[in-house]
């Protein structure tokens, strides 16, 4: 069955980088766009990043455009989020999620979730 | 990208329905039938329900509905169960290429 494993949370200073994984197994990894959902705490889930099946594209909301890059390593089964520039407003829970499909408009369904990481901004 | 309007709360008893309405503009719901809906319990793992505005993964119960009118998409539960108590999120794919969440519906099984 799909799994996805989220690492790389934690405490982190403003401005300082931090890099989430997400290691998949359980299904064709090479074959599906993967997202990144947030949730703040006490608030509802924001939709972060995809990245299509063979990293040829992706898309990001604005609220993270031009400070978090997503990529994926296939040969790892394995996606990541860079967070450059951190604030305090993007202490949240992290999910990566599997998509229905590689690109098109099966990318834009979030199927499988894993069980997220915190990633705490903070001084 | 605003966020799509879900009501805060629902409730209703075992057996009644209930639906959950997802309010969008033309600029999300109205053009595309690339609308979602997940269940979160608290501490787990969010899990879809439903995609593609009526569509059910394998293994979902048949007593999730989805549909959508114009620029709002619904989920029905029917027949409650004390275990459909949870967080409902919608979300929908947009004109920006994003997507865009609703402000999540409270669901309380009396």
């Known amino acids: 069955q799909v799994q996805l494993v989220e690492s790389g949370g934690g405490l982190v200073q403003p401005g300082r980088p931090l890099r989430l994984s997400c290691s998949a197994s359980?299904?064709?990894?090479?074959?599906?766009?993967m997202h990144w959902v947030r949730q703040a705490p006490g608030k509802g889930l924001e939709w972060v990043a995809v990245?299509?099946?063979?990293?040829?594209?992706?898309y990001y909301a604005d609220s993270v455009k031009g400070r978090f890059t997503v990529s994926r390593d296939n040969s790892k089964n394995t996606v990541f989020l860079q967070m450059n520039s951190p604030r305090s407003d993007d202490t949240a829970f992290y999910y990566c999620?599997?998509?229905?499909?590689?690109?098109?408009?099966?990318?834009?369904?979030?199927?499988?979730w894993g069980q997220g990481t915190l990633v705490t901004v903070s001084s | 990208q605003s966020a799509l309007t879900q009501p805060a709360s629902v409730s209703g008893s075992p057996g009644q329905s209930i639906t959950i309405s997802c309010a969008g503009s033309?600029?999300?719901?109205?053009?595309?039938?690339?609308v979602s809906w997940f269940q979160h319990h608290p501490g787990k793992a969010p899990k879809v329900i439903i995609y593609?505005?009526?569509k059910r993964p394998s293994g979902v119960s048949s007593h999730f509905f989805g549909s959508k009118s114009g620029n709002t998409a619904s989920l029905t539960i029917s027949g409650l169960q004390a275990e459909d108590e949870a967080e409902y999120y919608c979300?929908?794919?947009?004109?920006?290429?994003?997507?865009?969440f609703g402000g999540g519906t409270k669901l309380t099984v009396l």
């Open positions: 999620a599997k998509a229905l499909g590689g690109s098109g408009s099966h990318l834009w369904a979030p199927l499988s």
């Open positions: 359980g299904f064709s990894f090479t074959s599906y766009g």
């Open positions: 990245i299509s099946y063979d990293g040829g594209a992706e």
């Open positions: 033309n600029n999300d719901v109205g053009t595309y039938d690339i």
């Open positions: 593609e505005v009526t």
């Open positions: 979300c929908s794919y947009t004109t920006a290429s994003t997507l865009v």
